[in-house]
């Protein structure tokens, strides 16, 4: 009889179940698009450069997502010194996307010199966690401070820049 119980609520519970997994589906797209908006624009550069594309990460994500909405407030460019490789990239008005935010730390390729493994001139450490060879899963957030201006991170695992060693 106890079986039949459970039975019972379970299958009372069905409507419930399908709903909230149905919301769930309807949820994924757009993460898994915005994964995509960052994760493109990463793996064309690695593929300039001959290095393995990276993959979507979940739990990486994760931590980068609730790194931005620490930086809600103030969107102030400060890294968050946790575990994985970072970019930060910040961006003003509705157009700014994923997309552009991954392009600005590529442009810094002009000034990464390969033969002396140095930066010539301006920055050029964004460009190089993009290409780092040892890293394989990507997470990123994106979203718009109290300020107005957007806030871009990328979290890379494993990280990147150790000094002295080469990206790719």
Not at 50 to 61: E, I, Q
Not at 102 to 125: H, I, L, P
Request: with cysteine.
């Amino acid at each position: 009889m106890q079986i039949m119980g459970l039975i019972i609520i379970m299958i009372k519970s069905l409507p419930f179940l399908v709903l909230t997994i149905s919301c769930l589906a309807l949820a994924v797209p757009h993460n898994q698009d915005l994964g995509l908006d960052f994760l493109v624009p990463h793996n064309k550069a690695r593929a300039e450069v001959g290095v393995k594309p990276l993959t979507w990460n979940k739990t990486v994500a994760t931590y980068a997502r609730g790194y931005a909405y620490h930086k809600l407030g103030d969107c102030d460019m400060e890294h968050s010194q946790g575990p994985f490789g970072e970019n930060l990239a910040e961006g003003y008005g509705d157009q700014f996307s994923a997309t552009d935010a991954v392009n600005m730390w590529v442009g810094e390729k002009q000034y990464y010199a390969y033969e002396s493994n140095s930066c010539v001139g301006d920055e050029c450490r964004h460009y190089t966690q993009v290409v780092w060879r040892d890293s394989v899963y990507l997470g990123c957030a994106k979203l718009k401070c109290r300020n107005d201006w957007w806030f871009v991170i990328c979290s890379y695992d494993p990280p990147g820049n150790y000094e002295g060693q080469r990206p790719y």
